[in-house]
């Protein structure tokens, strides 16, 4: 894959959008850490591209009323139209044993 970017393309990308997101609310990145309840080195970090916990960005997005971002790093697992010609149709019913009764 030559369009795959690596770890620390990725927290550069990552930490821009959030950085970038900060400044169009205006806030300040101090604002940001209380509001969050994390410390202000976090959110440095965090926009810095520098790491940062999973728990720092969701905290941080929260603040930001940006939450729908982390649905796009895990949308819902659908089943595609192929794989439903394949799947039996479930049972919608439990069978009748009246009407399996053998005669003798």
């Known amino acids: 894959m030559d369009d795959a970017f690596t770890i620390e393309e990725w927290e550069r990308k990552i930490a821009e959008q959030v950085r970038s997101l900060r400044l169009r609310l205006n ?3 101090a604002v940001v850490s209380d509001r969050a309840g994390i410390s ?15 728990k720092t960005l969701i ?13 796009t790093l895990a949308p819902p697992v659908t089943v595609s139209p192929l794989q439903m010609l394949h799947s039996k149709i479930p049972r919608m019913r439990a069978t009748n044993f009246k009407k399996l009764k053998i005669k003798e």
């Open 27 to 29: 806030l300040p990145q």
């Open 40 to 54: 202000l080195t976090a959110i440095k970090n965090l926009e810095s591209g520098n790491g940062a916990a999973i």
């Open 59 to 71: 905290k941080v997005l929260r603040v930001y009323g940006r939450e729908d971002w982390l649905n």
